[in-house]
């Protein structure tokens, strides 16, 4: 039987740095658990991992930096990050995903609490499963509190069904639980896995600074309530179905985001409002209430806003919305260049 061999840094290790000689690693199943140690590559993508090598980090306050997982198929996770403040940084993962399309793996699972993930390179993804996931323990109040931040997302090739999403945070379970994460100044470019580049699953957590360039799809807040799309740029290049925003739940922010030639409609528009389901269960779709849509500007988009988009069985329209102060340019004879939405109720504001 082919086994991996296992690379296991102890616990005992405190305070100390490891260095890892350049070269190719194969079929490695690297596991560090430590408190405030520091992995890192003898020099920055010099540590080739590949076969079904992976890595895992638990611990506390550890540090992995400048691993490259390459040409491999990992059983389940690349890399998994468990414990607490614990980070990985300037690694890669590139065409990981082995010839079988229906293997179902993570390539990025995060588990524990105040994790960091950044400035990676995530691209090549061709088979079923998210490329990144936070897991949330199921009744935790206190949220995972990750911070994902200045990575790029490069290409992932549609999946032709659900479960193709870049980033996920949460999962239906446990999706009216605080994440409280953080997933700021990160590049999407041509992640085409489904409609949800980004799938929000989870309460409270901000999306800020991010740009999606000629992606097919959007950023969808799908469960959770409270959370925040601050800032983030969406560059259309009237690339496919390419959207924006799509609203689900209560008490969302979305605003100071840029929108500009996303062709898009319905479900697919710059700013997308689903409707709800009657009594609906936690991996329907919940009622629209009392979200916040304002400063933004949207730019030659075929939709710029769409307002109770339906869905399987929904039946209820957004309530208690305020659509404030958004600047539409949309050039088309078929699209006004300023938008006064209908009032479904007194909080329905002028756009324009």
Same mark, same amino acid.
């Not at 950044?118 to 691209?123: G, L, P, Q």
């Not at 309460?203 to 959007?218: E, Q």
């Given at each position: 039987?082919?086994?991996?061999?296992?690379?296991?840094?102890?616990?005992?290790?405190?305070?100390?740095?490891?260095? %890892?000689?350049?070269?190719?690693?194969?079929?490695?199943?690297?596991?560090?658990?430590?408190?405030?140690?520091?992995?890192?590559?003898?020099?920055?993508?010099?540590?080739?991992?590949?076969?079904?090598?992976? +890595? *895992?980090?638990?611990?506390?306050?550890?540090?992995?930096?400048?691993? @490259?997982?390459?040409?491999?198929?990992?059983?389940?996770?690349?890399?998994?990050?468990?414990?607490? @403040?614990?980070?990985?940084?300037?690694?890669?993962? *590139?065409?990981?995903?082995?010839?079988?399309? !229906?293997?179902?793996?993570? #390539?990025?699972? %995060?588990?524990?609490?105040?994790?960091?993930?950044? @400035?990676?390179?995530?691209?090549?993804?061709?088979?079923?499963?998210?490329t990144l996931?936070? #897991?949330?323990?199921?009744?935790?109040?206190?949220?995972?509190?990750?911070?994902?931040? @200045?990575?790029?997302?490069?290409?992932?090739e549609p999946? &032709?069904?659900?479960?193709?999403?870049?980033?996920?945070? &949460?999962?239906?379970?446990?999706?009216?639980?605080?994440? +409280?994460?953080?997933?700021?100044?990160? #590049?999407?470019?041509?992640?085409?896995?489904?409609?949800?580049?980004?799938?929000?699953?989870?309460?409270?957590?901000?999306?800020?600074?991010?740009?999606?360039?000629?992606?097919?799809?959007? +950023?969808?807040?799908?469960?959770?309530?409270?959370?925040?799309?601050?800032?983030?740029?969406?560059?259309?290049?009237?690339?496919?179905r390419a959207?924006?925003?799509?609203?689900?739940?209560?008490?969302?922010?979305?605003?100071?985001?840029?929108?500009?030639? %996303?062709?898009?409609?319905?479900?697919?528009?710059?700013?997308?409002?689903?409707?709800?389901?009657?009594?609906?269960?936690?991996?329907?779709?919940?009622?629209?209430?009392?979200?916040?849509?304002?400063?933004? !500007?949207?730019?030659?988009?075929?939709?710029?806003?769409?307002?109770?988009?339906?869905?399987?069985?929904?039946? +209820?329209?957004?309530?208690?919305?305020?659509?404030?102060?958004?600047?539409?340019?949309?050039?088309?004879?078929?699209?006004?260049?300023?938008?006064?939405?209908?009032?479904?109720?007194?909080? #329905?504001?002028?756009?324009?």
């Amino acid at each position: 039987m082919h086994r991996r061999s296992i690379i296991l840094l102890p616990f005992a290790l405190r305070a100390e740095s490891v260095v %890892l000689p350049n070269g190719i690693y194969r079929d490695k199943a690297l596991r560090f658990e430590g408190r405030g140690v520091q992995v890192r590559a003898e020099s920055p993508g010099g540590v080739i991992l590949t076969g079904s090598s992976t +890595l *895992t980090i638990n611990g506390e306050g550890n540090t992995v930096e400048g691993l @490259h997982f390459k040409d491999g198929a990992a059983p389940k996770a690349v890399i998994t990050i468990q414990g607490n @403040h614990n980070r990985v940084t300037n690694c890669a993962i *590139t065409n990981y995903s082995g010839p079988d399309k !229906t293997i179902d793996s993570k #390539w990025v699972s %995060l588990y524990g609490e105040d994790n960091e993930f950044d @400035h990676n390179y995530i691209a090549g993804k061709t088979n079923r499963g998210t490329t990144l996931v936070v #897991w949330l323990q199921k009744g935790d109040t206190a949220g995972a509190k990750h911070r994902i931040h @200045h990575n790029h997302f490069g290409p992932r090739e549609p999946l &032709g069904e659900n479960g193709g999403e870049t980033i996920r945070v &949460g999962d239906s379970s446990t999706s009216l639980q605080p994440g +409280l994460c953080r997933i700021e100044n990160n #590049w999407f470019t041509g992640c085409d896995g489904e409609i949800e580049i980004i799938s929000n699953k989870s309460c409270g957590n901000l999306y800020r600074a991010n740009v999606l360039k000629a992606c097919d799809g959007t +950023l969808t807040l799908r469960h959770g309530n409270g959370c925040k799309v601050q800032a983030n740029i969406f560059y259309g290049d009237n690339y496919k179905r390419a959207g924006g925003v799509r609203i689900i739940g209560e008490n969302h922010l979305v605003e100071d985001n840029y929108f500009e030639n %996303l062709p898009g409609t319905g479900n697919r528009a710059a700013i997308s409002f689903m409707q709800g389901i009657v009594d609906t269960p936690l991996n329907g779709y919940a009622q629209v209430k009392r979200a916040i849509v304002r400063n933004n !500007t949207i730019v030659h988009c075929v939709e710029p806003i769409a307002r109770s988009v339906k869905g399987a069985k929904t039946t +209820l329209d957004p309530i208690e919305v305020n659509i404030e102060n958004n600047s539409v340019d949309a050039k088309s004879a078929s699209i006004p260049k300023h938008i006064t939405l209908k009032e479904a109720g007194p909080t #329905w504001l002028k756009s324009g």
